[in-house]
């Protein structure tokens, strides 16, 4: 009599394990850096803060300046700004941070650590702190970044395009006459050149003296190797450009002097 009660017991308790539900797997979810990692260039901030004043420094060039250029999957490049370049790699360690190896400091990893209130991703240099690596960086979008010899030129660009009237010289008569800078570096109203190139910073383009201005090619297309050297500033909403002389001695980077008033350009709001 008390067998098939055994057996009765033994298929509820098989049909009751056999409904209990499968454990699943915890996987822990991923960081996602895209907020972060959507801008691929960015700029020391003082270098960027100093760029975009109202008013630019006469002496900008003066500055340290240094960029950040991401590629492609966990690949960046450093620059020094129209100067010196290195590679380096990355990893995601959070939504926000970043662990970079850069060359020469294979056993150095450096912590990158994104503050998206404020913007700012900061670096610890791998040299250490006192080492003069840029620590602070903001980002700047839309610059074309696929010839890095032009990178900074076209955060210059950026800072400058716009369509300014030009003011007539004293003792001309007033006419309508606009200049137009672009982003892509074409230009009208400098007259016949294809492109303007303003060289913020950077060691290999020469320099102003007495006094000093920020220095500006204007490019015809087949005489990339013979620009022509203007000086600039921007003081509010008006940019002023001079014509130079170069008073380098052969074979030394060139260096320019100013030659004159080339125009007074007021930036349209």
Known sequence: MHLPVKILFAATVLVACNNQPVPTSQTPALPDPSAMLKHKYWVSKPFNDALFATNIIDTLSNLPCGELVFGQKDSLLMTACLSDAGRGTFKVTSSNSLEIVFEGFEGNPSKAQWDEKTG?????????????????????DDIDVSNIDNVTINLGRKRLAGNYSILPKKGEVAMTALLEL??????????DFDTYEPWPSGIGGGFIQNPQRNLMYLVKKGKESDPTAVAWQVRGDTLRIWNTRN???????????????????????
């Open 120 to 140: 700012v991703l900061h670096i610890d240099p791998p040299g250490g702190p006192d080492t003069g690596w840029p620590t602070d960086f903001v980002a700047q």
């Open 182 to 191: 672009h982003t892509d570096g074409t230009q009208v109203g400098f007259g």
């Open 247 to 269: 008073i380098g001695a052969e074979g030394d980077l060139p260096e320019y002097k100013i030659a004159g008033l080339k125009g007074t350009y007021i930036k349209a709001k």
